[in-house]
């Protein structure tokens, strides 16, 4: 294994439990355990490998060879003990905004926020609110003629009252208040412009496993074909040595298992099977030594391991059922496994299948290809999983529902296996028909390729999308928006993302449940529409109160009079966003457009209510006898201040 050179000057690292500031190569190791979850989110702590010594001609890859590779924002748990150069050793390959978490931090940073409706109308309110501005100061200068200082300042006070000062606290306030709520619930929120735009939210997409089910897996059987069968059902020797061979796991300092938890599951359920130090494995007394290993790829869903057993080598896959069915001899594969399999899906059975071959090749360890042992194969059986849904995801789904939001499942897991979950969930009717495109996953992919306008018509009607890695998850989110390793690309790219999580998935996803209830989705969207509502009440209580005191101190200046000096808006705007939010999510969201004809219909309407009165009280004012206008004694008109103050007229 080869380094290659960007410029920098790495460096040799001796390996030692605590926190990780830079990307690493392992060079060399006995045992390494890393916790990951300040980087990805993974819950469990990660096994790591050193580099393929085997393969002098290859070149470092930090995607191909991430079981070999330490990230930066990381936690070593575990590693060796030696000092000095006889001690776990690394090589430094990236530092600085460079590294994965570097990377991840600079997408935050430099995250570009979805633009909403009232971001592009706030613009044409400012613009005409400054032409009313402009306009009614040239008239209030006008009409204090012949006093220029003193017209000017009474105009500016008139700009004051056009364009309120107090405005842009409308679409603060309530934001603040509402984000603050949400956190005494255990929910924190890093970016509050979404709590808006959470008011609009008219769909809701879910990760399966660890949103809707619970976090891990239960084992429930292995099988020569795709027969669920049951934990007691004796499991067939190939595919018993199969399971114990065919895997990441790896011992910690304290003996315990660590690694993905199907794996886990799975070794758990072979009695006789027991992992060694060196990662080779004892099953019934008999030693099976491991010669090489290929970690899971997310294109091909497949891992796989050569090992010695019995004097010979076998080759061990495991992966997807459709994977390996694609990679096994025809007639090795049972005839119904499809409909099998399919039937497993049907009750929500999470899959995984196993084949095996004997390598017979010349080739040495290091030159032996992923691409060379995975074909050809003898299928042995599959293994099956269960995720239990959680206990408040069919409450938080009927919500939903009442509050007119519709809900989709995004998961890796079978589509098959995600309609058992929708319909156990409430997302699909328990007796409704579906439509399931098991080979629409290419056609899918080249409509969001070539036609995205198609993709995200075909995306809003559809209720699960299955085997999605990632990049996936994010194309998938981004065919709902108007514009056009693990889900924190998909909760970036989302209006509002909500992390069940208190990892670095949280610095990507505006919302973060710590508790990690789902039942925070739908405590969101309550405050969202309540922050939205308030706000929208605050924006035309503040922009009514100005334009009425804008008319009455144009009045005012054409009668030489002015206002009492104790009249303040504050006490009404700043208790409007105390509102709270309501129970239950209601049928209807609140508008968020501030030219709507909803907001400026009840703005306008108010105003006019005022205009018609105050209209009235002129023409009755004129029809008076002892009525005279604009005529007084004095010189100078400022001094008329007075006249609008009834202890200083009655004095």
């Known amino acids: 294994m080869s380094l290659t050179s960007n410029g920098s000057f790495p460096s040799s690292v001796r ?16 045992h390494i355990v890393v916790d990951e979850a300040g980087l990805t989110g993974e819950v469990n702590p990660i096994a790591k490998i050193p580099l393929d010594s085997l393969s002098p001609g290859a070149i470092y890859n930090q995607t191909t060879n991430k079981a070999s590779t330490i990230f930066a924002g990381t936690t070593i748990l575990e590693c060796g003990n030696s000092e000095g150069l006889d001690g776990d050793l690394a090589i430094v390959t990236q530092t600085g905004s460079f590294t994965a978490k570097g990377e991840l931090l600079s997408d935050v940073l430099s995250y570009e926020r979805h633009l909403y409706k009232f971001d592009r109308e706030i613009k044409l309110v400012l613009l005409i609110l400054i032409v009313e501005a402009i306009i009614l100061v040239a008239i209030t200068v006008r009409i204090i003629e012949g006093h220029r200082a003193y017209s000017w300042f009474y105009g500016m006070f008139v700009l004051g009252t056009v364009i309120p000062p107090l405005l842009p606290t409308a679409f603060v306030v309530s934001v603040g208040i509402s984000t603050k709520r949400l956190q005494e619930k255990r929910i924190t929120c890093t970016d509050p412009t979404c709590c808006l735009a959470a008011g609009k939210v008219n769909r809701a997409l879910f990760d399966k496993t660890g949103t809707l089910t619970e976090q891990g897996l239960k084992f429930v059987s292995a099988q020569e074909d795709s027969d669920i069968g049951s934990s007691e059902s ?24 660590i690694g993905p938890n199907v794996d886990r599951e799975a070794f758990g359920a072979i009695s006789s099977a027991m992992l060694l130090a060196n990662g080779d494995v004892s099953l019934g007394g008999v030693i099976i030594k491991s010669l090489k290993r290929f ?64 390598y017979k090749g010349s080739k040495d360890l290091n030159e032996i290809q992923r691409s060379e042992i995975e074909k050809e194969l003898i299928f042995c059986g599959s293994v099956h999983f269960q995720n239990q849904l959680k206990q408040e ?30 319909k156990k969930a409430g997302i699909i009717p328990p007796k409704k028909n579906v439509v399931v495109g098991m080979t629409i996953r290419d056609v899918f992919e080249h409509l969001l390729n070539n036609d995205p306008e198609s993709a995200g018509a075909l995306s809003k009607h559809t209720a ?59 405590e969101i969207l309550r405050e969202g529409r309540c922050a939205l509502a308030s ?34 808006p ?28 909803h907001t400026v219909s009840s703005a306008c309407g108010v105003l006019g209510i005022h205009f018609f009165f105050l209209a009235m009280a002129f023409v009755l004012l004129y029809q008076q006898d002892w009525f005279q206008c604009r005529k007084w004694d004095g010189q100078d008109i400022s001094l008329e201040y007075g006249l609008g103050d009834n202890y200083e007229v009655t004095r």
């Open 393 to 422: 995801a069919t409450e938080v789904i009927s919500e939903l529902k009442g509050g007119n939001v519709e809900s989709a499942i995004v998961t890796g897991d079978s589509v098959l296996t995600g309609v058992f979950v929708a």
């Open 570 to 597: 504050i006490t009404m705007a700043f208790s409007l966003p105390l509102s709270k939010a309501a129970s239950k999510l209601g049928s209807k969201r609140p508008t968020s457009s501030i030219l709507g004809a």
């Open 295 to 358: 970690d899971f790829d997310h294109h091909s869903t497949t891992q796989s391991v050569i090992v010695e057993y019995g004097g010979e080598k076998f080759v061990f896959v495991k992966g997807s059922p459709e994977a390996i069915s694609s990679l096994c001899d025809p007639s090795s594969i049972p005839t119904d496994f499809e409909a099998k399999a399919r039937n497993a899906a049907r009750n929500g059975m999470y899959q995984l299948a196993i084949a095996r071959s004997v």
């Open 464 to 522: 699960v999308f299955g085997r999605c890695n990632p990049v996936h998850k994010v194309r998938i989110v981004s065919t709902f928006i108007e514009k056009g390793g693990n889900d924190c690309g998909a909760l970036s790219a989302a209006h509002v993302g909500v992390a069940l999580s208190n990892t670095e998935a949280s610095i990507v996803a505006p919302f973060t449940s710590i508790d990690k209830k789902i039942t925070a989705v739908t």
């Open 15 to 30: 390996l030692s439990p605590g926190y990780v500031n830079f990307d690493m190569a392992i060079l060399r190791s006995d």
């Open 535 to 568: 706000t929208l009440a605050s924006y035309k209580y503040m922009l009514m109160y100005g334009q009425v005191e804008t008319i009455n101190q144009v009045a005012n200046a054409y009668f030489n009079s002015d206002f009492g000096e104790w009249c303040w």
């Open 234 to 257: 004796e499991m067939p020797p190939l595919l018993q040595l199969g399971l114990a061979v065919c895997h990441t796991l790896t011992l910690s300092e304290s003996g315990d298992l």
